[in-house]
């Protein structure tokens, strides 16, 4: 993600978080580079950087600094690449006008003040920007019935991420988690849950993301609005998604189509995706009914801790083979590191 500090925008940051991930990483990697008023000019050259899963822009405040809320600062954006972008999509306006709507000290404030019609509102104005401009987009971790409903009318020009927590926690999250369970977009109450499964099952969800959001104990135990919103996920992607196969929430052809193939489609990633000749031999070997429980110990993020901690899953990832060289072998790094940039179709077209 391009939030971080330095903030991804320039062809400077952007090429140093590619060195520094280059046979560091065990996986192959590709990094968004933040879309803002400032860089609008070199964004059709940044979006063809070797690595450079596309541009990504917020429409509303989140962790970081970057924030390009007002229409005509997304339409300039996405007049001038080519590539689909990828939007947090939510209402800097209504945000600023509701935030007397949180409460100190209590968290469960933060879905209220972050209400399903400032995500819609948000989701509504991209779309139309969309189709005037003619350009395609990608809307990030939805977390709202409703937007999957009207997304559901829009896939032409939009396409749909949905992540782990907004499938599985809903309000009870911030009783047994406090500030652990505050992030942007917000996890909900129980009727949004299972409206998202419903675009899951439908077909109006097209990918699993994690958004990732690895903050430290110190930064979410600052007592809220103060605590900072976000949460680990890659590590638990597999675990509880494999977990709601399990439970029939959803086939493992839809799973992996969501997590492999899906990217590949959108995104143009060259020789992934697929078990095929003439693709990389990226495969995750799991075991289906192996019952595991998940633990802040187990966690090999620097956060240490997981929003799952406890939670007992059925489904269990044994290894990882990355262009056919096994990585990870239960639960444990078995090679050195040689994880290499991934590369676009589109960008190499262009470039």
């Given amino acids: 993600m391009p939030n971080t500090n330095p903030l991804t925008t320039s062809r400077e940051t952007f090429e140093a ?3 520094a991930g280059t046979n560091r990483m065990h996986c192959d990697f ?10 609008v000019g070199q964004l059709a050259e940044l979006e063809k950087l070797p690595g450079c899963a596309g541009v990504k822009v917020f429409m509303g405040s989140s962790t970081g600094s970057l924030l390009v809320a007002d229409d005509d600062g997304v339409e300039a954006i996405l007049r001038a690449i080519s590539r689909r972008a990828a939007f947090h999509s939510e209402d800097e306006y209504m945000l600023e006008q509701r935030k007397h709507l949180r409460v100190p000290g209590d968290p469960s404030s933060h879905p209220v003040w972050r ?13 139309e920007l969309a189709r005037k401009t003619g350009k395609r987009i990608h809307v990030l971790h939805i ?6 409903a009207y997304l559901a009318d829009h896939k032409d020009v939009a396409s749909v991420e949905v992540t782990p927590h907004h499938l599985t926690l809903d309000e009870t999250a911030y009783t047994k988690l406090g500030t652990y369970a505050q992030m942007n977009l917000p996890v909900r109450d129980k009727a949004h849950r299972e409206a998202i499964w419903g675009g899951v099952q439908n077909g109006v969800a097209d990918i699993l993301g994690s958004d990732h959001a690895p903050h430290t104990r110190e930064e979410k135990d600052h007592a809220y ?6 949460m680990t996920g890659v590590q638990t992607l597999v675990p509880t998604m494999l977990d709601h196969v399990n439970a029939g929430k959803l086939s493992s052809a839809r799973f992996v189509d969501m997590s492999s193939a899906g990217p590949n489609r959108l995104f143009g990633i060259a020789n992934k995706g697929r078990i095929a000749v003439g693709y990389d031999a990226d495969l995750t070997i799991v075991d289906l009914k192996r019952r595991e429980t998940i633990t802040n110990e187990w966690v090999k993020s620097r956060a240490g801790w997981t929003p799952y901690d406890g939670v007992t899953v059925t489904g269990w990832p044994v290894g990882t083979i990355v262009r056919g060289k096994t990585v990870m072998w239960q639960g444990e790094l078995v090679t050195p590191s040689t994880g290499q940039p991934m590369r676009f179709l589109e960008a190499l077209a262009q470039g």
């Fill in 17 to 19: 978080k590619i060195a």
């Fill in 30 to 39: 590709a990094f968004y580079i933040g879309g803002t008023h400032e860089n």
């Fill in 115 to 127: 209400s399903p019609e400032v995500a819609l509102n948000s989701t509504k104005r991209l779309v």
């Fill in 143 to 148: 977390s709202t019935g409703e937007e999957i």
């Fill in 225 to 230: 609005p103060d605590s900072h919103s976000g």
